[in-house]
């Protein structure tokens, strides 16, 4: 799902990008390298986060099929290495930040519903008629307790932020504020 929301992330803002007059396919030449950047900060940062489990082996650092992406380790990472290649690029900063500002939580919203599906990042226990109960073993979330589906809670609110931020785009008054808006 990760992967779907890079493509589908990529493909708006080289669209939205041409629209306020970027080259065209920028975000695609330096897409690679900010999705590398923020793959190296969102395991990163969960590597930190959870340091014990990985002190004994660090070898399990490396282990991505087994999970452990954080997003603002990604966004933290990712967007320096945007700044960078912008600058060296010699394009206007601030109509690249607005750029990708909307893609980002479409990327996101992707990422959550992977988290979904794979039954991590899960809510606390619940008697909700929407409760979801995970029932694959080989999933992270606890085996058939009714809980807040989290994911799919924060994948709505991606969703709409999205559309929020498509929307200011038409009324923006300065470059930079789709950005803004967004963090």
């Not at 939205?16 to 999705?35: H, I, T």
């Not at 603002?72 to 990712?78: E, K, P, V």
């Not at 606390?124 to 979801?132: H, I, K, N, S, Y």
Request: net charge positive.
């Amino acid at each position: 799902m990760v992967a779907i929301g890079v493509l589908s992330a990529s493909y708006a803002a080289d669209w939205w990008g041409e629209r306020d007059g970027l080259p065209e396919g920028f975000f695609k030449e330096v897409g690679f390298w900010v999705l590398i950047a923020g793959v190296i900060g969102a395991r990163g940062e969960y590597v930190r986060v959870n340091w014990p489990t990985f002190a004994e082996d660090t070898t399990r650092i490396f282990a991505l099929r087994d999970g452990g992406l954080v997003f603002y380790g990604a966004l933290l990472a990712a967007l320096p290495t945007l700044v960078i290649l912008t600058q060296k690029r010699g394009q206007n900063l601030p109509r690249v930040l607005d750029a990708i500002a909307p893609a980002i939580p479409i990327m996101h919203m992707f990422g959550r519903t992977g988290c979904f599906g794979a039954g991590c990042c899960y809510g606390e226990p619940t008697g909700q008629p929407w409760a979801v109960t995970f029932t694959d073993a080989q999933g992270v979330a606890p085996l058939n307790v009714a809980l807040h589906p989290t994911q799919l809670y924060a994948a709505t609110y991606l969703a709409l932020l999205v559309l929020f931020l498509v929307w200011l785009r038409g009324r923006k008054r300065f470059n930079g504020q789709i950005m803004l808006a967004y963090l």
